[in-house]
């Protein structure tokens, strides 16, 4: 960001069936559950408790998801963003971990490739590209998308391969927020829980 005082704050979407049970999820465009509703209103109070009041940039990925997810958080002028699409899975979409250790064991994500989806280079240069679009912002920004993207735009703030992401979690409707001290990226809050009252 331009100033110090400008945050990123990643906003994870809310609960879907698929991210209960475990299934990749890149392409398809899974709805949120109910569950997943309420927690997105929830995070939008959290995000309320922790940015300070003033303009602010929100970006989307297009998925039904995100869009949701930051409807019902309360943000407003939310811009659909491409770049902050997930990972993409390739042959891999809708199948859980464990089904694709079947074929492939010990796969992650992290370390092994998704027949038809994206590299971890390619997903790196698309987290590059974001946070380039973001860098020269005058105001906070809120960066509304998914799981393993989200955290590979964690790894990339720090200067860290896209693959070090595994080093980072983040919740469905867990937010965490990058900032600066003195030029220096830095992970200021790591994956909020959404604001649960009693």
Known sequence: MAQD????????????????????TSRSDI???????????????????????????????????????????????????????EWDYGD????TTAQIREQVPDWTVWTHPCPGGETAEQVAARADALLARVADTT???VLVGHGH???????????????????????????????RERDVPQVVRANIPPWQQG
Do not use: K, M, N
Not at 10 to 17: I, V, Y
Not at 63 to 74: E, F, I, K, V, Y
């Open 31 to 85: 709805p949120l559950t109910v569950e997943g509703e309420l927690r997105a209103r929830q995070a939008g109070q959290t995000l309320t408790a922790l940015r300070p009041a003033g303009p602010v940039t929100v970006l989307a990925s297009p998925r039904q998801r995100a869009q949701r997810t930051a409807a019902l958080a309360g943000l407003g002028d939310i811009v659909a963003e491409p770049l902050l699409a």
């Open 149 to 179: 993207f989200s955290r590979c735009l964690i790894a990339r703030w720090l200067g860290l391969p896209a693959t070090a992401g595994v080093r980072f979690a983040l919740d469905p409707a867990g937010i965490t927020v990058l900032g």
């Open 5 to 24: 005082e400008h945050r990123v704050y990643l906003l994870r979407h809310g609960t879907t069936a698929w991210s209960q049970t475990g299934q990749h």
């Open 92 to 95: 891999y979409e809708g199948l």
């Open 139 to 141: 105001s906070d920004v």
